[in-house]
């Protein structure tokens, strides 16, 4: 079981990136799906959540600005970041709640974004 995040790069401020999840492998259901990031200043923190049901939770330094969806179908995860400032500069990982025989969460491999002109 594991997750594969991709889309980050370079962008500049004002800037949109889009950052997908993907989950692969054997589990029987994936419950909550988030997006979290480390940046030069912080520690680890969370940007945006989404559960099975579509409910939302977002940072308040991000929130107006990035928008989570997931498609169940798929089991993929999709975050859209718009008005892109130089503090969204950071590794984001993308992690879920996935159900094998047990409930398990799982991170993704990081994938920077760059937020520079």
């Known amino acids: 079981v594991q997750l594969q995040a991709s889309g980050g790069g370079l962008v500049q401020p004002g800037g949109s990136l889009g950052l997908p999840c993907a989950a692969s492998?054997?589990?029987?259901?994936?419950?909550?799906m988030a997006w979290y990031r480390r940046t030069p200043l912080k520690r680890r923190e969370m940007v945006a959540s989404?559960?099975?049901?579509?409910?939302?939770n977002y940072a308040d330094s991000v929130r107006g600005r990035f928008a989570i969806s997931r498609d169940n179908a798929k089991n993929t995860m999709y975050l859209e970041m718009n008005n892109l400032k130089p503090e969204d500069t950071g590794v984001y990982y993308c992690?879920?709640?996935?159900?094998?025989?047990?409930?398990?969460?799982?991170w993704g491999q990081g994938t920077l974004v760059t937020v520079s002109s």
């Open positions: 992690n879920a709640d996935l159900r094998t025989a047990s409930w398990n969460n799982v």
């Open positions: 989404i559960e099975h049901d579509g409910m939302t």
């Open positions: 492998g054997s589990f029987i259901a994936i419950h909550r």
